[in-house]
């Protein structure tokens, strides 16, 4: 009988060699055990980077992970669904989507996630408005799915615990953008939701875990497989994440647009990506006959309000008080948010288009401007991030304000250099597409405009 131990697993790891499910299960018990030191956590994680997970490594690891504790069981005659995304520079689908989505019958049991690198964070994002509460009891969460039908909270309880060590180690050790380590902290949260359907938005590009189009291909593949393999009807987008979603990067500048968004104000690219997820789980659920007609109804709930109505629902339900929905309802966002200390503006330097924006930098830049995490006990600065007042495909002239730097004094000439490098000016007009492809089980990847042409 062989003797499994934890410096045993990770020398195997080290020289290449493929884990048993054995050995997977067994590194995730002494995970869950504290039966295992955070430093071989951490090279255990890098182990697995540097030499790699097969198919069925992490197929393993993520069934590990996802029965290192509970699985939600709610009432069968539920719809119960949920998206995620593998994170992106201004992502903030998240807040426009469950206000559209929770408009139908529909139930939302999301469990979200800190920033994690330079991608800001679901729950960091919403702890900008003043009085949220992220965290809810078993209690509040039940009793929310009936009433409101959606609620947004971090890992509580029992549910994922392997996962909760990992994510926080992952983003201090430099693997994060490991693609099979993505894909089973992602499913093994998701599917312990108890959820039916389940879109994944998963980023391809300079700023996005997956790199090329070819590797998010192959990750949202592997994540499309492990979801309808456990009976979870799965489907994955491919967004572009070179240039930051929408206009506003930091946590309450996300939120602010986030609403404008739900008022019908929001920037075409986070209207169109939003509405493209909300289209696959109004399909999936049987509420839409067609990709383009669950477009227009996710779309129409940002025309008639009823997104913006609730989503201040959802907020109530946690935490934010009437005089503060109020405000953000009228748009007084002044009265709401922290406010930076300094706005300073970037200039554009030529004449022309804008050919790209970058997001990676800009990411990092929020990071280190305070906007984000660098040690796991770092406190946010709320009101911290840029502002873009141009985006890939707009037209420029020399000394146009390009993007607005909202700090608290961290802003050092390197960070500026590297926030104007990251705008390019040039003669050719290149508009932002967002939605690539969409992955199905059992199927060839499909360039998104033809898929939305025939179903």
């Known amino acids: 009988m062989v003797i499994l131990s934890v410096p045993g697993i990770l020398s195997k790891k080290k020289e290449g060699e493929e884990l048993s499910d054995e050995e997977v299960q067994f590194f995730i018990d002494c995970v869950c055990n504290n039966n295992v030191d955070r430093s071989q956590i951490g090279a255990m994680l890098m ?7 097969s198919s069925r490594e992490t197929i393993t690891l ?4 996802l029965h290192s504790g509970t699985i939600q069981r709610w009432d069968p005659s539920w719809r119960v669904v949920d998206k995620h995304s593998t994170g992106g520079v ?8 469950t206000g559209a989505l929770s408009v139908f019958p529909l139930k939302i049991p999301m469990v979200s996630g800190r920033g994690l690198g330079h991608t800001g964070g679901t729950a960091d994002k919403l702890e900008s408005i ?22 947004i909270t971090t890992q509580f309880g029992n549910i994922a615990p392997a996962d909760k060590t990992l994510y926080s180690i992952r983003d201090i050790t430099s693997t994060v953008c490991y693609s099979p380590l993505a894909c089973a902290s992602i499913m093994s949260k998701k599917l312990a939701e108890g959820i039916g359907s389940l879109v994944l938005d998963v980023k391809a590009g300079g700023a996005a875990i997956a790199g090329e189009q070819s590797q998010a291909e192959l990750l949202a593949k ?6 309808n393999a456990m009976g979870v009807k799965t489907t994955a987008l491919i967004t572009e994440m070179d240039t930051p979603l929408g206009y506003y990067i930091g946590n309450s500048l996300e939120i602010i647009e986030s609403l404008e968004c739900m008022k019908g104000n929001g920037p075409e690219d986070l209207v169109e990506i939003t509405a493209a997820q909300g289209a696959v789980i109004l399909c999936m659920e049987g509420l839409a006959r067609s990709q383009q007609e669950g477009e227009d109804m996710i779309r129409q709930t940002f025309q008639d309000g009823t997104a913006l109505k609730k989503f201040l629902q959802i907020l109530e339900n946690q935490g934010v008080g009437k005089n503060i929905l109020d405000l953000l309802e009228a748009g007084q966002y002044d009265k709401v948010f922290d406010h930076p200390k300094f706005v300073e503006p970037i200039h554009s330097s030529g004449s022309g288009f804008v050919e790209a924006v970058k997001a990676l930098p800009l ?11 660098q040690l796991p006990a770092d406190v946010i600065e709320m009101a ?28 050092t000439e390197d960070i500026r250099k590297q926030i104007e490098d990251a705008f390019v000016v040039g003669s050719q007009h290149l508009p932002i597409k967002r939605v690539l492809a ?9 360039e998104y405009d033809t898929f939305k042409g025939t179903n």
């Open 222 to 227: 592997a994540m499309v497989e492990i979801g």
């Open 384 to 411: 911290v991030g840029i502002k873009l007042l141009k985006t890939k495909g707009d037209k420029v002239n020399t000394g146009d304000v390009m993007a607005e730097i909202h700090h608290n004094g961290k802003l």
């Open 47 to 53: 182990a697995f980077c540097l030499r790699g997970l």
């Open 90 to 97: 201004g992502d903030k689908v998240t807040f426009p989507l």
């Open 62 to 65: 993520t069934k590990s992970m």
């Open 130 to 151: 003043p009085g949220f509460q992220i965290t809810l009891s078993e209690d509040h969460m039940q009793r929310t799915m009936q009433e409101v039908g959606c609620y």
């Open 438 to 446: 969409v992955v199905r089980d059992n199927e060839e990847v499909q």
């Open 363 to 373: 990411g990092k830049a929020t990071v280190l401007l305070g906007g984000g995490r």
